[in-house]
């Protein structure tokens, strides 16, 4: 069956080390989205793109960055890892202009 | 950019009552309205949406409706069930395939 994965579910690292996070879609859906979610936030927008080498900026993009070079990946970089950046992160795709499907999530905990 | 408010962040209900669930939004651009459950350590999945070109939808005991004039959209909950408890988000977006603006979430607690 079509679905959305993340790995790693749960991750621990140190302040300053680079850390990426994979998010795989086997819905062919052009649409790839992250957010992060945070007690008293809800979830909100990091970074998304609308299909292959199309990337955007988000509410929430400071310290992170994405690369699409094939529609069925998007991971997110952590370029340099921040106590704030301890997160539960979810990764979404759609179709079409809006129903979006979210994948299990990946806990990241930066000591 | 748009900005969600939801109300109330917690909702006790007894069950087989029923639960409303209340958010405003700021963009009047915004066109779609998705509706997410989301339970405990678990993914948002979406339960219920509305588009700008309606006014109310419906789905078995959910419901949703949508004041386009006010900004503001709610949830309708009838006959809740145990099942119904998790945290419950709102969300909006504009034209296109934006990223979703969410509000910050409805915890539902349904009382036996």
């Known amino acids: 069956d079509a679905e959305i994965t993340q790995s790693p579910r749960h991750k621990i690292t140190e302040t300053g080390r680079q850390v990426t996070l994979a998010c795989h879609q086997t819905?062919?859906?052009?649409?790839m989205f992250w957010y992060r979610q945070d007690l008293g936030h809800g979830l909100r927008l990091i970074h998304y793109s609308y299909g292959v080498h199309d990337t955007n900026k988000g509410e929430v993009s400071d310290g992170y960055s994405v690369s699409r070079s094939n529609t069925e990946d998007l991971p997110l970089t952590l370029e340099s890892a921040a106590s704030s950046q301890t997160s539960v992160y979810f990764c979404?795709?759609?179709?079409?202009?809006?129903?979006?499907?979210f994948g299990p999530g990946t806990r990241l905990t930066v000591l | 950019g748009e900005n969600v408010e939801q109300h109330p962040s917690t909702l006790s209900v007894q069950e087989g009552d029923s639960a409303v669930i209340k958010c405003t939004y700021s963009d009047s651009a915004s066109n779609y309205f998705p509706w997410y459950k989301q339970e405990l350590g678990k993914r948002p999945q979406l339960i219920i949406d509305?588009?700008?070109?309606?006014g109310e939808k419906k789905d078995q005991r959910i419901a949703v409706t949508l004041n386009k004039t006010a900004k503001h959209f709610s949830l309708h909950i009838t006959e809740t069930q145990p099942e119904d408890s998790a945290v419950y988000f709102c969300?909006?977006?504009?034209?296109?395939?934006?990223?979703?603006?969410f509000g910050k979430g409805t915890h539902l607690i349904i009382q036996p």
């Open positions: 979404a795709s759609s179709l079409t202009s809006h129903e979006q499907f």
């Open positions: 969300a909006a977006s504009g034209g296109g395939a934006d990223g979703l603006t």
């Open positions: 509305i588009r700008s070109n309606v």
């Open positions: 819905w062919n859906h052009n649409n």
